[in-house]
């Protein structure tokens, strides 16, 4: 099997939209913070704990929404404690962020041991099944590889749409936009930068939660440590990969999906006879550094992300 | 409109005192503002001023006095409140945000946060109707960011009569346009005045004042020193006013040109954005002359100052420095040749904010004067600071204050002591008097002078008319990065300058020289 032939296999672009749908909810919720002026370096714990949540809530009889929910919830839980730290009490995002991911990840093993004393491994539930989407399937290469995919996945694209609607056609994303390029003109409309920043960052963290619950009630079906695995970093950058640009951004996501799933691929043809394993491994996150050099030079940062704002500060 | 409205009571100010620590921002302040009226607001730097619209926007409680709008108490420290009541400001500095564009800006904070839509087209054409009936020339669909500065003071006052204000209240507004433009603008808002709007005028600009105004008040130390009907009274008894003792503005005798020091010939620089860049432009700057740049901005300006300070190269053309033809021009051989600049955005490019003053005095010369084999000499620095302070009469608590909490007259006095003190041969003076009050105008025009008169070069770029031909002692025009020929003192009225600043005669040129 040569790359032409992994590159026209359903199975692979298949894979790589199930392989991009966690980074799609975390990447849009990052990007919403970062709009909003706050860089959320908090995403990698935030992820751990809503894979947690969401799957413990199912394996105690929720329904799976009802587990996507509880993951929401705790993800805006833990943004509302970054939030208030970062914005009004303007504390560094970078600490903040970082202090964030840490409390969030030793609470969730915690939280597990506490509920699950005794097992050796954790125990399975009945993820979300593959939706084939009537009509649509049925179409060669596309079918299966975008419109046989689960509930959850669908769910992430739909929010990046709703996401840029939101941002570039409301008042409110407006405001947001705003808010991260110059808060002193937010203020000068009478608004609250500070109400509309900590939306943002709430709002933002429920997303990436989701993210990480994606993995345990839809790509999996239980719960692993180190089951997030760096994709909250991953996430971060693909923020600057799309430009800060919601459609960029799921774009970077699939893309970057897309190396995974062709180096897995790889790994099985002749080559990976021949060269080790870990150079395969290494190949996604090396192009996406190439990627983010030949894409991102010319992106607009948001002017005041991260920083703190002071009212009546010259 | 009936006599009895005009004497309707629109805003209504009541013993406003407000302090900050020790100090007094305002104290006991009254006044009435009454519809159809245009008060100018007349004071120096840290008199009061913003403090007082500070407090009427919400964004500061006063310790004591009201506020009534239309009849009705303002609630203190409730932003919303102002201008949803139909008062509209424009800030002096720009509150808008650089990613967004001309109407996402305009319409940020009108429609209700938990609105669907924007409405795009519907609020374009109506900036459009507006930007017409003003005369205030701008595309609503640009990014602010790539507008210049005198776009984006356009852009401000849009917001403003966006919203249907009725009471307007202007901070320096001028201070970015023609002289055409300011007309321009002046007769509009007089129509507007006509039907209604009342007018709080900030200005350092006397002669606006006396022009537009129909009361003016003088605010010194946060106090209301003094209220004038502005047909009885005149320009030198307001200066007085303000500064409390009388002040004339520096005579500045023209004098002959020395050796040229720098050169362009047929120099030529890229378009950057929607900046022009410079069109085979053919300047000298000649020592003990202070050559003035006049034009509207956003026309090659920062082309000129970028090369001139090494931050860009020409594409073609010569620069020669003292009869030498230059090589490898950058920022660090720009000083090094002894160009001095006093940038333009003195907040941006002139200083560090979050740096005391010590170290903002010596950024340009840290390396070369106050080290000593790679270790700071900061007794040496703050010695030089402490002389700066006293030499150029920058007010402040001492050297070791963050500059930020300096006010932009003193800020401006100590980058002008950093500069001068190198006693440099060619200086680059980008809008140096930008925002000042008139104090700290005459105290920097008289010391580009002295410069001048001990032979140093000195290019004045500005979009006040009034500033250029007060000093200059030879004029150019710039218009999308043409130069005109040199005019000499006193050889152009304002309004012939004024047309080769809109753009007549460079095409006549052209052909004339073909």
């Known amino acids: 099997m040569d790359l032409f032939d992994i590159l026209l296999s359903a199975s692979f672009w298949a894979a790589a939209i199930r392989i991009a749908s966690p980074l799609i909810f975390a990447t849009l919720g990052e990007l919403i913070c970062e709009r909003a002026g706050v860089l959320n370096l908090g995403i990698e714990g935030i992820m751990v704990a809503g894979a947690f949540a969401g799957w413990i809530a199912v394996w105690g009889g929720l329904p799976l929404w009802g587990g996507v929910a509880v993951a929401m919830i705790t993800g805006m839980m833990l943004g509302l404690v970054h939030s208030i730290l970062s914005v009004p009490f303007g504390l560094s995002q970078h600490v903040v962020g970082i202090g964030l991911t840490l409390l969030a990840t030793s609470l969730t093993f915690y939280t597990y041991r506490v509920v699950l004393p005794e097992v050796s491994s954790p125990p399975k539930i009945t993820a979300f099944q593959p939706y084939e989407i009537p009509l649509l399937s049925d179409l060669p290469i596309v079918g299966p590889a975008l419109f046989s995919q689960t509930p959850l996945t669908y769910a992430g694209f739909v929010l990046a749409g709703l996401t840029a609607v939101v941002l570039y056609r409301t008042p409110l994303g407006l405001a947001v936009r705003a808010a991260g390029e110059n808060p002193a003109a937010v203020a000068a409309q009478g608004l609250s930068v500070t109400a509309i920043r900590m939306g943002a960052v709430i709002v933002g963290s429920g997303f990436m939660a989701v993210g990480g619950a994606f993995l345990t009630l839809s790509a999996f079906d239980s719960f692993f440590f180190d089951m997030v695995n760096g994709r909250g970093w991953i996430c971060i950058a693909l923020v600057v990969f799309g430009a800060w640009k919601p459609g960029k951004a799921v774009l970077g996501a699939v893309l970057f999906a897309a190396f995974d799933a062709l180096q897995i691929r790889l790994q099985q043809t002749g080559i990976g006879a021949v060269v080790p394993y870990q150079v395969f491994l290494m190949l996604p996150y090396f192009l996406s550094i190439l990627a983010l050099v030949v894409m991102s030079r010319r992106a607009e940062i948001p002017a005041a992300l991260m920083v703190p704002f002071n009212k009546g500060e010259r | ?514």
């Open chain 2, 1 to 514: 409109m009936s006599t009895t409205t005009e004497a309707q009571v629109v805003l209504r100010l009541q013993g406003i005192t407000k302090r900050f620590g020790p100090v007094t921002a305002n104290e006991e302040v009254s006044f009435d503002l009454h519809r159809g009226e245009v008060i100018a607001l007349l004071g120096e730097n840290g008199a009061g001023k913003t403090t007082l619209m500070n407090i009427l926007f919400g964004q500061y409680t006063a310790d004591a006095g009201e506020v009534e709008l239309f009849g009705q108490p303002l609630p203190p420290g409730a932003p919303r409140a102002a201008l949803d009541a139909g008062v509209g400001m424009v800030h002096q500095h720009f509150t808008l945000a650089d990613n967004l564009t001309v109407w996402e800006n305009i319409v940020l904070g009108v429609d209700d946060l938990s609105g669907l839509s924007l409405k795009p087209r519907e609020v374009k054409s109506r900036i459009r109707a507006l930007s017409e009936r003003f005369h205030l020339k701008v595309d609503p669909s640009a990014k602010v960011g790539r507008l210049t500065v005198g776009e984006r003071q356009r852009v401000e006052i849009l917001k403003a009569l966006y919203r249907d204000a009725k009471i307007l209240i202007l901070d320096e507004p001028t201070a970015v346009l023609t002289p055409q433009e300011a007309e321009a603008l002046f007769a509009t808002l007089e129509e507007a005045i006509a039907t209604g709007l009342s007018v709080i005028f900030i200005s350092h600009k006397l002669h606006e004042v006396m022009a537009i105004s129909h009361r003016v008040l003088v605010l010194r130390h946060g106090q209301l020193v003094a209220e004038r009907a502005t047909d009885s009274t005149n320009r030198e008894e307001l200066a007085a006013l303000m500064v409390g003792a009388e002040v004339a503005a520096p005579s500045i005798e023209s004098a002959a040109p020395g050796a040229p020091l720098l050169s362009l010939r047929e120099v030529s620089t890229p378009d950057h954005g929607a900046a022009p860049g410079l069109k085979s432009l053919n300047l000298t700057l000649a020592a003990g002359q202070i050559t003035g740049l006049a034009g509207v901005s956003g026309n090659g300006q920062a082309a000129l100052s970028d090369l001139l300070s090494g931050l860009i190269t020409p594409a073609s053309g010569e620069m020669m420095l003292a009869g030498q033809s230059i090589k490898n021009w950058s920022a660090r051989s720009a000083i090094a040749q002894g160009i001095a600049r006093i940038p333009e955005d003195r907040h941006k490019t002139g200083t560090i904010a979050d740096f005391d003053l010590t170290e903002n005095a010596i950024l340009e010369t840290y390396a070369s004067r106050f080290s000593r084999r790679g270790w700071m000499d900061w007794a040496r620095a703050r010695a030089f600071t402490k002389d700066l302070i006293q030499t150029y009469d920058v007010r402040c608590p001492g050297p070791d204050i963050r500059i930020r909490l300096l006010s932009g007259g003193n800020m401006q006095k100590l980058i002008l002591g950093r500069v001068l003190e190198e006693e440099p041969q060619i200086i680059l003076a980008n809008q140096p008097v930008r925002g000042l009050d008139i104090g700290a105008v005459n105290y920097v025009h008289e010391q580009l002078a002295k410069a001048r008169d001990r032979g140093a070069a000195v290019l004045l770029i500005s979009e006040d008319l009034d500033e250029i031909m007060q000093l200059s002692d030879v004029i150019h025009v710039i218009s999308e990065g043409r130069l005109s020929p040199g005019f000499a003192r006193g050889s152009m009225r304002p309004e012939e300058l004024g047309g080769w600043m809109a753009g007549h005669g460079f095409d006549a040129e052209a052909t004339d020289a073909a």
